[in-house]
């Protein structure tokens, strides 16, 4: 016998800062990139095991480990402190970034029902009209309870990545572009945990003031540290 408790599946949306101006660039980057064109009824290979019948404008899915790509590099400048943000949100003290990568759709392409690896996934939206599906992820207690998330450009969305979600098939020629990406949150921390630490904490902190006393500048800088670091892996 299966007993089935239902839980809380935390789904996270964050408005990206002067989005406006940083899609402007990405869009550039992703015009002047090299990268797959996955025709209609082409269908899609993850690992020459696996094939989808998923289409896409473009996509450079192949290179999602690569953090040196010029995108990547200028996106991350941004993406970093909100993903601090959302793992403090989430109660997580480290927040491991393992794959990103973009996706753009026009007339007729789409990303079928799939799951990620890691343990959270996310999406951020670079190019959204009002026109297009927005993404819809299955409820993971019953299986067939379908939401459609309440998203528009600039915003990022984090969920865990076993739930089951897709991006609809676009009936217009208005084109999408989404960046995608996988991290693990790690050491994750109760609330009530977080508020019991906190005489510990400062107790940390009082230790690494009197190690460096009289220098508050390189106390400063290691807080900051241990606060903002978003490890790419």
């Known amino acids: 016998m299966i007993i089935k408790h ?3 599946v935390p789904v996270v949306v964050k408005k990206l800062s002067n989005y406006q101006q940083i899609n402007k660039k990405l869009l550039k980057y ?9 025709a209609v009824g082409e269908g899609y290979s993850l690992d020459n095991k696996t094939w989808m019948e998923d289409s896409f404008y473009k996509l450079d899915w192949k290179e999602a480990t690569d ?3 010029p995108w990547v590099k200028y996106f991350l400048s941004f993406f ?3 993903l601090v943000e959302i793992k403090n949100e989430l109660y997580y003290e480290e927040c491991h970034l393992k794959e990103i990568w973009f996706q753009q759709y026009k007339e007729h392409n789409g990303h079928s029902w799939h799951t ?13 009209s009002k026109q297009s599906p927005k993404t819809q992820i299955v409820n993971p207690f019953d299986g067939h ?3 459609e998330l309440d998203i528009e450009e600039g915003d990022i969305v984090v969920f865990p ?3 089951l979600h897709r991006a609809p098939i676009l009936n217009n020629n208005i084109k999408k572009t989404i960046i995608s990406f996988n991290i693990n949150l790690l050491n994750g921390i109760p609330d009530i945990d977080l508020r019991l630490s906190q005489p510990v904490l400062k107790t940390k902190l009082n230790r690494l003031k009197d190690k460096f006393l009289g220098k508050e500048k390189k106390l400063k800088s290691i807080r900051l540290k241990y606060e903002n670091e978003i490890k790419t892996s």
């Open 145 to 147: 309870t379908v939401y």
């Open 80 to 82: 970093k402190n909100e």
């Open 116 to 128: 990620h690896g890691e343990n959270f996934t996310g999406v951020y939206y670079v190019e959204l």
């Open 161 to 163: 990545s076993f739930t």
């Open 67 to 69: 953090f040196n790509r």
């Open 6 to 8: 239902p839980l809380e």
């Open 30 to 38: 992703f015009n002047e990139v090299s990268a797959e064109k996955v």
